[in-house]
């Protein structure tokens, strides 16, 4: 009577799913979407230094530019201003009557500018005023800056082909020899990558997810319950984001496989529960009875990483919030769907397996952890130990980056064409000094002139600076000393032309004027030290200004990257201590003990410590890709460790000793904790294949976390539960 009630109730939820599924499926469509992604967008305007970015935005237009040059592109080449035409003039530009760019610059525009009579400069001096910023080594390969404004940077994916298309037809440059760079080339290939990732691996992944599900099930019914259980649970994940507001940004990409990981991970638990029910108790309560054992723990596991991934909630970046609040919502989602669907899917068919022949080879090897565990608990213990502590020093050495090579391989299209226009133009990294005069201030033209040198001189003395564009260049040059009324009606002669260039900014107060650096985007460079010897050499005492009559302050995109990077590190150990904290809060509610409860986060944090503080040792820098796997990995080796504890604790609650309830453990668990790794891991493994180094990062680390968790969980935790420590969870 019970059974028919049941599969009653399945079938009315399975009714209900149905109906909900077209609005399930849109929403997961909608999610799937291409938007424009950028590094800029992992933060939002409650971020400080973006804040400041956008004034300086306001005031100078944006940063989000792309520079274009090709072989031929020099400024004695007419064909450079027929493309320049284009871009300001034709249809494909514009959005009805509005421009999509901000500013669009060439090389041979500044040359023609600096060339007037009234400027009074010779041919080479004309040149030499733009060189290491828009003219090559050779004085004559050059470049055009296209400036985006917001609309513009909505449509990039359109406008970024457009612009290569005219510089074929009116250019004259071949597609091939095209080389663009600059933030907006950075964020139009993190979204052609993205798409990429989504488009070729997603499917690969999950035709390898469930092959290896076949293999290790060994039957193919069962594995198209856990693969179709994934499946549910990542289109509800992504209909979940869409409707919640969010967006499939290149971060975002990962959710779906951490969704089918996780969903995945409960499903094989579940199945392996059925199994064992179904040798002890019969095919009729099997099912009953694998709910009965699995639904705590996978209840725990799920909470707990979700808790895991929330703590990903109080980073500064607004992309690193967005994955962990959806991640932690299709996680609670996933454990749902696991423990109302799976229960009715296995009651409707049993499963016929040859299992028994692989359980019996898992025996062999639980019998001989069993004798390792039992001789050389404490060794295992203590070893463990001292390796926790020695890579968790490691963890204070670790350095973030967000830098365009962290993004994508050297190989890549967009680097090399970084490595030409850099070697052929000039560097293509901007550090901006805004200097701030208030309309009160009583400083003439002469002082002006001696401050703006003075900074410009400043800013050069870093050796990593090839070039500093200020105000200066749009002054003509003069025979007389720029001071005095003549220094006052050259500097308002030459304020049109300097505003023009972009170069200064006239508010209701004040005048900003505008000095850039040109540093490269390659190489081994450190811009955290860069920036703070130029802010040094600023502050200097020549520089100070105890009337208040001007400030000067380093701004544009360099300070704002840098700080992302160090909001990466601040994010990494505060996400990772506060999973700490609240799973450890649940672990010892779960175990009835405080110690017992700190005890059991030894696994849990095993994996984490173990990854970040090696790559901190070998000194290799990690990346918005990897910060999320501390919490998520944490989350994972919850899931395992709780499987593995419930049991363990169940069984000395029967009366068996630690040595007995280990074994039963394993015997009940461990089958299940290898095949989800093994199935997890070949499923992650083809997105390390991704030219977006973030996603091949993630990946790989993902798969290292797994790794680490399955020897934490079947080799450090039965080790601790076997040792003196093993007391604090017997509760008789």
């Not at 290790?216 to 869409?242: E, K, N, T």
Request: net charge negative; charged share 15%.
């Amino acid at each position: 009577m019970k059974g028919s009630t049941n599969r009653r109730r399945f079938k009315i939820i399975l009714l209900y799913l149905l109906l909900l599924s077209p609005w399930i499926g849109m929403g997961a469509i909608g999610a799937l979407k291409p938007v424009a992604n950028s590094p800029l967008d992992w933060v939002d305007d409650k971020f400080a230094p973006r804040a400041d970015y956008d004034a300086f935005s306001k005031q100078f237009g944006a940063a989000d530019v792309v520079v274009i040059s090709w072989q031929g592109c020099t400024i004695d080449n007419a064909n450079v201003d027929r493309f320049t035409q284009s871009l300001r003039e034709s249809s494909a530009f514009f959005e009805g009557d509005q421009w999509l760019f901000h500013r669009v610059v060439s090389g041979r525009d500044m040359y023609r500018m600096f060339s007037q009579p009234q400027m009074g400069l010779s041919d080479n001096d004309a040149r030499d005023r733009i060189a290491g910023s828009l003219l090559g080594p050779d004085h004559s390969t050059t470049s055009v800056v296209i400036a985006f404004n917001e609309d513009g940077l909505r449509q990039r994916s359109r406008l970024v082909p457009m612009i290569r298309a005219a510089a074929t037809k009116y250019g004259g440059a071949d597609y091939t020899q095209q080389h663009l760079a600059g933030p907006i080339m950075d964020g139009y290939a993190v979204d052609e990558a993205s798409q990429t990732t989504m488009s070729r691996y997603a499917p690969l992944s999950s035709i390898i997810v469930f092959c290896v599900c076949v293999l290790c099930l060994d039957s193919f019914y069962a594995a198209c319950i856990v693969f179709g259980m994934s499946c549910i649970s990542q289109l509800i994940a992504l209909a979940i984001l869409h409707l919640g507001g969010g967006e499939m940004t290149a971060l975002l990409i990962v959710l779906p496989p951490l969704i089918q990981v996780l969903a995945i991970a409960g499903g094989i638990h579940l199945v392996n529960y059925t199994l064992d029910a179904a040798e002890e108790t019969g095919q009729q309560t099997a099912v009953a009875k694998a709910v009965r054992i699995g639904w705590l723990p996978c209840v725990l596991s799920s909470t707990t990483t979700a808790i895991g991934l929330g703590s990903l909630a109080v980073s500064g970046l607004a992309a690193v919030r967005e994955f962990g609040v959806f991640a932690a919502l299709g996680v609670l989602a996933t454990v749902c769907v696991l423990l109302v669907l799976l229960p009715g899917f296995l009651s409707w068919r049993p499963i016929r397996t040859g299992q028994p022949v692989a359980k019996d080879r898992f025996g062999l090897l639980w019998t001989s952890l069993i004798k390792l565990q039992t001789k050389h608990a404490s060794l295992v213990t203590v070893v463990a130990a001292i390796g926790i502590i020695g890579l968790g020093i490691g963890v204070t050495r670790l350095q973030a980056s967000v830098r365009i090579e962290t993004l994508f391989g050297t190989e890549s299209r967009l680097m090399s064409d970084y490595a030409w226009l850099e070697e052929n133009v000039g560097p293509l990294v901007p550090i901006e000094a805004v200097v701030t005069i208030p309309m009160s201030s009583n400083m003439d033209a002469g002082q002006q002139f001696a401050l703006f040198r003075t900074i410009e001189q400043r800013l050069a003395e870093s050796p990593h600076v090839t070039a500093v564009t200020s105000c200066l260049d749009f002054l003509p040059e003069s025979p007389f000393p720029i001071e005095g009324e003549f220094g006052n009606r050259l500097f308002q002669q030459s304020e049109a032309g300097i505003s023009n260039a972009g170069y200064l900014n006239t508010s209701s107060n004040a005048k900003h004027w505008r000095l850039t650096a040109h540093v490269s985007a390659l190489g081994d460079l450190n811009y955290g030290d860069i920036l703070r010897e130029m802010q040094d050499s600023l502050a200097e005492d020549s520089l100070d200004d105890p009337t208040d009559c001007y400030t000067v302050k380093l701004s544009g995109l360099m300070p704002l990257v840098h700080e992302i990077q160090r909001q990466l590190l601040r994010d990494l150990f505060a996400s990772f201590l506060t999973a700490f904290v609240l799973i450890a809060i649940v672990m010892t509610i779960v175990q009835a003990g405080i110690f017992a409860g700190v005890l059991s986060m030894v696994p849990n944090v095993f994996p984490a410590l173990a990854l970040f503080g090696f790559l901190g040792w070998i000194d290799h820098p990690i990346d918005i890709g990897s910060i999320m796997t501390a919490s998520v990995a944490m989350g994972i080796a919850v899931d395992d460790t709780l499987h593995f504890l419930t049991f363990f604790t169940r069984r000395l609650d029967e009366g068996s000793t630690r040595t007995d309830a280990v074994l039963a453990a394993y015997e009940h668990c461990g089958r299940a904790m290898i095949q989800t790794t093994l199935i997890c891991g070949t499923g992650l493994a083809i997105f390390a294949l991704s030219d977006f180094v973030p996603t091949a990062r993630f990946a790989w680390m993902m798969i290292a976390l797994l790794t680490f968790a399955i020897i934490g969980d079947l080799l450090v935790l039965p080790a601790i539960l076997l040792s003196p420590l093993g007391k604090a969870f017997d509760r008789r």
